[in-house]
Each structure stands twice: as structure tokens, then as C-alpha cells.
């Protein structure tokens, strides 16, 4: 065994240098692994900041397509909506060209209407208006039994109002 002994005094005595000790090696080292660490770290959000950067810019590349799809879709669900209800009026079988035509066709003269008005659960169409004489209303409601779109036709009220005549005509629809 041999043993060492320093007779110089502690002033004059070498220290040895820092790193030579085990605990001081052990800090450098910790620090080291952590700045390298931190560096990965810097690394990986950098690039993630410009993965991020990438999908932002592919995301305005598609934002106008995706805002034409948008407006496609509303001009489609009108579309829809204005074909259901065309349908609808196809299913209720009344072409109200058809009807006014037939009527301003069949009309005398000295008659004039001033109120249609349908109820659609009796399949039921009044016509109020008004005449200078009784006979061109009778006239008026032959005309409109001759076309054959009506069931029935009625008379149902007969008015004066001063100079003329007001009625109430009820018509009864074919298809009903």
C-alpha cells in the first residue's frame, strides 16, 4: 500500500481542476444533455411551425372551392325547395291560367268581378261581382255551366247598390 503525503503547505498545495471530479463531470454532463434537449426541441417546433405554415397556405388554395360548394349547395336547396313546391301546385290540379282565362272568356259584358275567392277542402270557388241587369248575370252563370269545368254552378246572393247589381256566385270544381 502506498500512501502519499503533502508536507507543503495548503496555500502552495495544487487544487485539481474541476472537471476531474466526478460531481462537477456529472453537472456538465446534465447540462449538456439538457441543452441538447432543448435544441431538439427547437428543431422539432420549427419544423412543426412550418408543417402548420404549409397547411395554412393549402387551406386559402381550397377555401374559395369550398365557398363555391357552399353557394352550390344553397342554389341547390332552392332549387329543391322551389321544385316541391311546383310539385305541389302540379298535385292540387288547378291551373289558375286555365280557370281566369275560362272565366274572362265566358263573362258578359255588363259583369264584372270584384272577389275570387277558393276553399280548397269543398273544392269550392266564389265569385262576387257586379252587373247592370240581372239577365247578364243569368247569362254569365249559363256561360260558366256550358264549359264543363264546374260540377255546379249557383246563384247564391242577389244585391242592389244604388244603380247596380252586386252576386255571389258559387262554383263547385270538376276534379274535386
Avoid at 456538465?28 to 427547437?42: A, D, E, H, Q, T
Avoid at 321544385?83 to 264584372?112: A, C, D, F, M, Y
Wanted: hydrophobic residues 40%; glycine residues 8%; positive net charge.
Amino acid at each position: 500500500m502506498k500512501t502519499e503525503i503533502n508536507l507543503l503547505p495548503p496555500e502552495f498545495i495544487p487544487k485539481t481542476p474541476w472537471v476531474k471530479s466526478g460531481r462537477n463531470m456529472l453537472i456538465i454532463v446534465l447540462i449538456g444533455i439538457v441543452l441538447l434537449l432543448y435544441l431538439i426541441f427547437c428543431g422539432h417546433m420549427w419544423l412543426t411551425s412550418r408543417k402548420v405554415n404549409r397547411v395554412k397556405d393549402e387551406i386559402a388554395l381550397y377555401l374559395p372551392q369550398a365557398q363555391k360548394v357552399q353557394d352550390t349547395k344553397a342554389k341547390i336547396k332552392g332549387l329543391q325547395q322551389k321544385k316541391n313546391e311546383l310539385q305541389q301546385i302540379l298535385k292540387e290540379g288547378r291551373s289558375w291560367h286555365v280557370i281566369l282565362t275560362t272565366i274572362n272568356q265566358n263573362i258578359p259584358e255588363g259583369v264584372w268581378l270584384t272577389t275570387l275567392r277558393e276553399d280548397k277542402s269543398k273544392g269550392l270557388l266564389t265569385l262576387i261581382g257586379g252587373s247592370t241587369s240581372l239577365e247578364e248575370v243569368g247569362d254569365f252563370i249559363n256561360n260558366l255551366q256550358t264549359t264543363g269545368d264546374w260540377q255546379t254552378v249557383t246563384l247564391k246572393k242577389v244585391g242592389h247598390n244604388g244603380k247596380n247589381l252586386t252576386f255571389s256566385i258559387e262554383a263547385v270544381f270538376e276534379n274535386n
